[in-house]
């Protein structure tokens, strides 16, 4: 009998092994490619209407869903030093996002100021390299000075710039480029991801405001059912297009805006990310993303801790029988003797 026991307290321990090592391995596949959204919200900068960008940015946090924020460093060309620490109002604001994983801090050029030197506007394109790499360097020391955040993405102003801007961006450690379609042909260039604007969302006129926002609508279902889309749908706005022609704030447009961040939370299978690639899960966890895959680690790392536990109580179970047989053993050979 003794025998028995013991080959069944050996078949229970291989059991648990095999639990053990399965439920390590199915663990850490990673969850299936889904479609991600991400906002991207230009011209946000000093010296501008601060009601508009915290009453835009006050959506997102109650929708929780993140945004990239597209900051112009230096905006106005004749005033010297950090601008962004001369705009009290805004960065007090602004510091007190920035730890807000909601908020990606971009680095939207430098100035925003056409330099005419291309067929179409640029603040960049048809600059020398070197030139390119100091503006995009002050802009870049401006941001780490101000907010203390080192941007990884940047966006040329116009959506418009060239290879020089690009090869800047990399060697000043940018990992992702959010531009326009026709800028770049390839999606990947100096260790850089490059990724357009999906659609545009705003007007000055309410009614053309609203257009746009069924527009995104349509283009984003269009997203959605296109095998070929791509893996990440980047909805751009600028943070004055929420004004009235007047220049005051336009509630009307704010509620628009939540109305179809509702809407995309009907949809299956999306996701929410910033342009830097972190994806927002929504219980504060954020996910860092490939362009090829995504991790589920938060439920990774909960399902191993349970099922340790539970492998761990079993093993002890079984250890301990054996021990009980192991002994009685023992004693029986022992009284033999």
Excluded at 80 to 92: A, C, P, W, Y
Aim: a negative charge; charged letters at 20%; glycine letters at 6%.
């Amino acid at each position: 009998m003794g025998s028995d026991v013991n080959r069944k307290a050996i078949l229970a321990f291989l059991l648990v092994s095999v639990i053990l090592g399965s439920t390590g391995v199915v663990s850490a596949q990673p969850a299936p490619i889904g479609k991600y959204i991400a906002f991207r919200d230009d011209d946000v900068a000093p010296f501008t209407p601060i009601d508009t960008l915290t009453a835009v940015n006050q959506v997102h946090i109650d929708e929780n869903v993140p945004v990239t924020l597209g900051i112009i460093p230096h905006p106005s060309v004749a005033v010297t030093g950090n601008e962004l620490l001369q705009d009290s109002q805004f960065l007090v604001y602004m510091r007190s996002i920035a730890t807000n994983q909601l908020f990606e801090f971009a680095q939207h050029g430098y100035t925003h100021v056409n330099d005419r030197l291309s067929s179409r506007p640029s603040e960049f394109a048809g600059r020398p390299y070197a030139q390119q790499l100091e503006l995009m360097q002050n802009g870049q020391d401006d941001m780490k000075e101000a907010f203390g955040v080192t941007p990884a993405t940047f966006i040329p102003p116009f959506d418009t710039s060239d290879n020089n801007t690009l090869k800047a961006a990399a060697a000043l450690g940018f990992t992702y480029y959010s531009t326009g379609f026709g800028d770049f042909r390839q999606s990947y260039g100096d260790g850089v991801t490059i990724e357009p604007a999906s659609i545009w969302i705003g007007a000055t006129n309410i009614t053309a405001f609203s257009a746009s926002i069924e527009a995104a609508k349509n283009a984003t279902e269009r997203f959605l059912n296109g095998p070929q889309s791509g893996d990440t749908f980047i909805v751009a706005y600028h943070v004055w297009d929420f004004n009235s022609a007047n220049g005051t704030f336009d509630a009307r447009k704010m509620e628009l805006l939540r109305d179809y961040i509702d809407y995309l939370k009907t949809l299956p299978d999306v996701q929410f990310a910033r342009l830097n690639r972190a994806q927002w899960e929504g219980n504060n966890v954020l996910v860092a993303l490939s362009s090829m895959e995504e991790l589920s680690v938060a439920p990774v790392q909960q399902n191993r801790l349970l099922a340790f536990v539970l492998v761990g109580s079993v093993a002890i179970a079984v250890f301990g029988a054996y021990a009980i047989v192991l002994r009685r053993r023992l004693r029986r050979s022992g009284r033999r003797d």
